[in-house]
């Protein structure tokens, strides 16, 4: 039995399913046209203060630590989730999540040097945002 009921998806996530549907559209048919139109999708839900799903490092200490996820080349991206289905699609154990506004977020990854972007839904309804793809999206062109 699926869950599709929206009444079970938090507040934050309702919306994100146009970010996965802009995604798979990207997939079928890889273009800047399509490109574009899925980083408008994401800076819509973002200036609708949606939220993305995030992985933490399960921790004892106070702060939490994001999980990066290493690509082939080596180099490392943050992971975060528009839903929760797409959070368990390709997971083998358990991770350690928090809902997380997608600006201060985005905002996050573009300072942090220990990463390239984030990678969105790394599972199946994947893009791969590197900063100058996440800058694109927060608007700060030229930086």
């Known amino acids: 039995m699926k869950m599709q009921n929206n009444d079970t998806k938090d507040e934050g996530l309702k919306g994100n399913e146009k970010i996965e549907e802009a995604i798979f559209a990207l997939q079928q048919e890889p273009s800047q046209e399509l490109l574009a139109h899925t980083l408008t999708v994401i800076r819509r ?22 999980q990066a996820v290493k690509t082939a080349d080596g180099k490392k991206w943050w992971s975060a989730f528009t839903s929760f289905e797409e959070e368990l ?6 991770m350690s999540t928090f ?29 791969m945002l590197d900063k100058t793809l996440l800058r694109l999206i927060l608007g700060e062109s030229g930086k």
């Open 89 to 94: 699609k390709g997971s083998d154990s358990v």
């Open 45 to 66: 839900r973002m200036k609708e203060e949606g939220q993305l799903i995030l992985a933490v490092e399960p921790s004892v200490a106070e702060q939490l630590k994001i």
């Open 99 to 127: 809902l997380t506004a997608i600006e201060p977020l985005f905002q996050s990854a573009v300072q942090e040097n220990e990463i390239e972007g984030i990678i969105l839904n790394p599972w199946d309804r994947t893009i």
